[in-house]
């Protein structure tokens, strides 16, 4: 959890603790971790998160010892290529390259202020607000930035931090503006121009942008029995969790204490205060037709399109909807954009293994799988 991740470091920074921060920046091959993942290492050598384990995540473990020493920030590869035999337990055979830095509170001897730089992070998270992380992976001698110099970047701007120099800080955030509209991890390389910064030698600054935003978030409508389960499974998987239903008897923090948000309202008025956005998964299991024409009418209306929007029901229930929601206007395009019937087929029975169905979808949506969902099928047909 990135939010976690952020908070736990904030937490150790104010203790007084140094913490090395190893972050997968590159993979090759069936690398055991994606990039962008992460792993804490505190002083005392106990760790937080995990790159993989194994072998490779030992290998950076103990790197990470070594940067919380020299405080020089180090790129580690790991090749796990050779671990690979009948006699070995390693399913993984790529390489991944580690970025390794420290992050130190406060003091007389620092520069920069890495407690302030994780706060502005939190503090964008807290608002729904995707920001980019630059850290310099290598520079040239004599460059204006050094190797784990980081920059904190927000809508076209500079929030912390600088590359020294006016035509590199340009260039990072052109770089980052596009890292952020497609919302993935990357390594950059920007020219260093002698020209505009006389007494510096030419060369290229290698960076890892990262976007650290907000969970996606599973909107709940409905809170019957199918929610409940639903809920804990997509708080497991990472979700920030919005319950919404307009019984404050089943929409309340005792029947989902893992929710992010539990909220008792009508639902047209209650999607509206949840601000239902672009990372947003919708799940419409409410207890009647009334209510999915209502919620359904609000969400496939709005300004910001959601990235899922699924609504469970029998064929004809959801046919039912549709043809309603067609003779009061809205556009057989628009209701193209819902999954229903929902969920992929597992042959879903007890509410557990419906939920399962929901989130397997979902998360197939959210990864580019290519398991076939219900709603295709049919169409299919």
Same mark, same amino acid.
């Given at each position: 959890?990135?939010?976690?991740?952020?908070?736990?470091?904030?937490? &150790?920074?104010?203790?007084?603790?140094?913490?090395?921060?190893?972050?997968?920046?590159?993979?090759?091959?069936?690398?055991?971790?994606?990039?962008?993942?992460?792993?804490?290492?505190?002083?005392?050598?106990?760790?937080?998160?995990?790159?993989?384990?194994?072998?490779?995540?030992?290998?950076?473990?103990?790197?990470?010892?070594?940067?919380?020493?020299?405080? @020089?920030?180090?790129?580690?590869?790991?090749?796990?290529?050779?671990?690979?035999?009948?006699?070995?337990?390693?399913?993984?055979?790529?390489?991944?390259?580690?970025?390794?830095?420290?992050?130190? %509170?406060?003091?007389?001897?620092?520069?920069?202020?890495?407690?302030?730089?994780?706060?502005?992070?939190?503090?964008?998270?807290?608002?729904?607000?995707?920001?980019?992380?630059?850290?310099?992976?290598?520079?040239?001698?004599?460059?204006?930035?050094? %190797?784990?110099?980081?920059?904190?970047?927000?809508?076209?701007?500079?929030?912390?931090?600088?590359?020294?120099?006016?035509?590199? *800080?340009?260039?990072?955030?052109?770089?980052?503006?596009?890292?952020?509209?497609?919302?993935?991890?990357?390594?950059?390389?920007?020219?260093?121009?002698? *020209?505009?910064?006389?007494?510096?030698?030419?060369?290229?600054?290698?960076?890892?942008?990262?976007?650290?935003?907000?969970?996606?978030?599973?909107?709940?409508?409905?809170?019957?029995? &199918?929610?409940? %389960?639903?809920?804990?499974?997509?708080?497991?998987?990472?979700?920030?969790?919005?319950?919404?239903?307009?019984?404050?008897?089943?929409?309340?923090?005792?029947?989902?204490?893992?929710?992010?948000?539990?909220?008792?309202?009508?639902?047209?008025?209650?999607?509206?205060?949840?601000?239902?956005?672009?990372?947003?998964?919708?799940?419409? &299991?409410?207890?009647?037709?009334?209510?999915?024409?209502?919620?359904?009418? @609000?969400?496939?209306?709005?300004?910001?399109?959601?990235?899922?929007?699924?609504?469970?029901?029998?064929?004809?229930?959801?046919?039912?909807?549709?043809?309603?929601?067609?003779?009061?206007?809205?556009?057989?395009?628009?209701?193209?954009?819902?999954?229903?019937?929902?969920?992929? *087929?597992?042959?879903?029975?007890? %509410?557990?293994?419906?939920?399962?169905?929901?989130?397997?979808?979902?998360?197939?949506?959210?990864?580019?799988?290519?398991?076939?969902?219900?709603?295709?099928? *049919?169409?299919? &047909?």
């Amino acid at each position: 959890m990135m939010n976690g991740f952020y908070s736990q470091l904030v937490e &150790i920074l104010r203790a007084g603790e140094q913490a090395a921060v190893a972050t997968v920046v590159a993979t090759r091959g069936s690398a055991p971790r994606e990039v962008g993942a992460k792993m804490l290492v505190r002083s005392s050598g106990s760790l937080l998160g995990t790159i993989g384990g194994g072998c490779g995540e030992a290998q950076v473990w103990r790197t990470a010892l070594q940067v919380l020493e020299t405080g @020089e920030p180090a790129l580690e590869l790991v090749d796990l290529t050779e671990e690979i035999s009948m006699d070995s337990a390693s399913v993984c055979g790529g390489t991944m390259e580690v970025l390794v830095e420290r992050w130190s %509170p406060a003091s007389g001897e620092e520069t920069r202020d890495d407690v302030a730089l994780a706060d502005a992070i939190l503090e964008r998270y807290g608002r729904r607000l995707p920001v980019v992380l630059a850290t310099v992976m290598a520079a040239p001698p004599r460059a204006s930035c050094t %190797p784990g110099q980081r920059v904190l970047l927000d809508q076209g701007s500079v929030v912390l931090g600088g590359l020294g120099s006016r035509v590199l *800080d340009e260039a990072l955030l052109s770089a980052a503006a596009n890292t952020k509209e497609g919302e993935t991890a990357r390594v950059v390389t920007l020219s260093q121009l002698t *020209d505009a910064h006389p007494g510096e030698l030419p060369g290229s600054v290698r960076l890892y942008l990262e976007v650290v935003k907000p969970h996606p978030r599973l909107v709940v409508l409905g809170a019957g029995h &199918i929610a409940v %389960p639903l809920s804990k499974m997509a708080k497991l998987l990472d979700f920030d969790v919005a319950v919404l239903d307009d019984r404050g008897s089943f929409a309340n923090a005792e029947r989902f204490p893992e929710a992010n948000s539990v909220l008792a309202a009508e639902f047209a008025e209650g999607i509206r205060q949840l601000a239902v956005d672009r990372d947003s998964y919708v799940v419409l &299991i409410t207890r009647g037709h009334q209510h999915d024409v209502e919620c359904l009418r @609000e969400l496939v209306e709005a300004e910001t399109e959601c990235a899922y929007l699924g609504m469970i029901g029998s064929r004809r229930r959801v046919q039912a909807v549709f043809e309603l929601l067609g003779q009061q206007g809205v556009s057989a395009a628009k209701l193209a954009q819902v999954h229903a019937p929902i969920g992929i *087929d597992i042959r879903a029975k007890t %509410p557990a293994e419906i939920a399962l169905s929901i989130m397997a979808e979902i998360v197939n949506i959210r990864r580019g799988g290519r398991a076939v969902s219900l709603s295709e099928r *049919d169409n299919r &047909i």
